[in-house]
């Protein structure tokens, strides 16, 4: 019976980390660039009951049947699929259109990969961004909504005072020009870092939309964006979050936590009528 007991404990925690990771996705579904969190549910390994006193009879024990052990959730895993591009307006805007890259093979898979915009954080550390909802700070450096500093293709932080007008373009292979519209005083002061991860299953997610690979430097930075990968100038990529789905699959998520509840409910209530038999 106390088994029981565990099996729906074991449930509601799951369900409670899965309602926590449905709750992060919706809460970020207007963050430019956001990567929805997938949260599968695991089964411990099933235990086989046999019948004890019929292996004494018969000597070959009787099967009753698999007892299942409940479920767990071990970990969430972000969702590399692309978002749909808004326009913005906004001369630092600048959105990653992936879905056109070639899949890779990994042990024997098909792997699609995912590029991403190169950004140096405050402790100094190269990590990795879809957000390209940039901005130029007093320094004239370009950096992101959070703050870091998008990096060039050099691996250095792309910096020109001449930013801070507003007048820029940036083309489909990540150059950007300022003052475009004139000949004069046009030129390109550096191009964008794009990373392009063969396999995101490696990526570490971290805070403000931010991924880490290890062993990941500048020397891994494109230098020709390849075949399959466009940049698009004024416009952000939404997140991929699904706000209808997200929405079902948090009810049915309580429902289940609720199922468990009631399971722990009948078990509490058959305990306290045990513990009142023989009571005068």
Known sequence: MLRGIDTAASGMIALQRKQNALTNNLANVETPGFKQDSSPLRSF?????ERITNAENSGSPTKIGILSMGVYNQETIPLFSQGSLQSTNNPFDVAINDQAL???LANGQAIQPSAFFAVQTADGSLQLTRNGQFSVNENGQLTTSSGDLVL????????????????????SNGDIIVFPGDPARARTIGSLGIMVVNNPNELIKKDNGLFELNGADASMLAQTLPTGLQLHHKMVEQSNVDTQSTITEMMANIRL???NQKVLQAYDKTLEQLNTIGRV
């Open 152 to 171: 060039g293709k050099d691996g250095n932080p792309i910096a020109d005072q001449e930013l801070s007008s507003g007048d820029v373009s940036i083309q």
């Open 257 to 259: 936590y609720e199922a």
């Open 45 to 49: 390994p099933e235990m086989l009951i």
């Open 102 to 104: 070639a899949p890779v």
